[in-house]
Nanobody, 122 residues
């Protein structure tokens, strides 16, 4: 089982930047072929993919964050980060880190962090 701990949420003004980080730890086998990513859920909305990256280095982004957000990972440290620039009010949500075996994104598969709140407001 994989445990995920997130950090970096907070309050930021529109146009500002924020970086989210997530560290994974495994109590058992660590699957080297995996996908780590970030999802978010705004009030009254369904959880959606923000960005993900496979252990092979292939990123995937939600169209709404392309050219503003950048996902990166460090497999030695088992971390995944999300650099968020040019933040908009509509980016306000609880952001969740996700780990899953294999190469996939979307849905509810894998392990989830506890969530970190990002609020974009003037």
């Amino acid at each position: 089982q994989v445990q995920l701990v997130e950090s970096g949420g907070g309050l930021v003004h529109p146009g500002g930047s924020l970086t989210l980080s997530c560290t994974a730890s495994a109590s058992g086998w660590w699957y080297t072929r995996n996908t780590m990513g970030w999802y978010r859920q705004a009030p009254g909305k369904q959880r959606e993919l923000v960005a993900s990256m496979t252990s092979g280095g292939t990123p995937k982004y939600n169209d709404s964050v392309k050219d503003r957000f950048t996902i990166s990972r460090d497999d030695n440290k088992k971390t995944v980060s999300l650099q968020m620039n040019s933040l908009k009010v509509e980016d306000t949500a609880v952001y969740y880190c996700n780990f899953r075996t294999g190469y996939s994104s979307g849905g509810d598969s894998g392990s989830w962090g506890q969530g970190t709140l990002v609020t974009v407001s003037s």
